[in-house]
């Protein structure tokens, strides 16, 4: 499955170390990423979002809240 290039947006809010507070909202037209209650990118949908049923996080990341 091939979703194109590669969006960026911004710099980089996250630090090693520090705690953040992430909501991805699934809106109409794409996904709006907030970082600590600040407004980081907006990623245009490249599937239908009536598909999207969850998440997949991998990485070194302690969830604590969800």
């Known amino acids: 499955l091939f979703y194109g290039n590669e969006e960026r947006d911004g710099k980089n809010p996250f630090e090693k170390g520090v705690g953040f507070d992430l909501v991805i909202v699934n809106e109409a037209n794409g996904f709006q990423i907030n970082v600590n209650d ?23 990341l302690e969830i604590t809240g969800f």
């Open 38 to 60: 600040q407004n980081f990118t907006h990623y245009a949908h490249r599937s239908d979002p009536s598909e999207i049923f969850g998440l997949q996080i991998q990485g070194d």
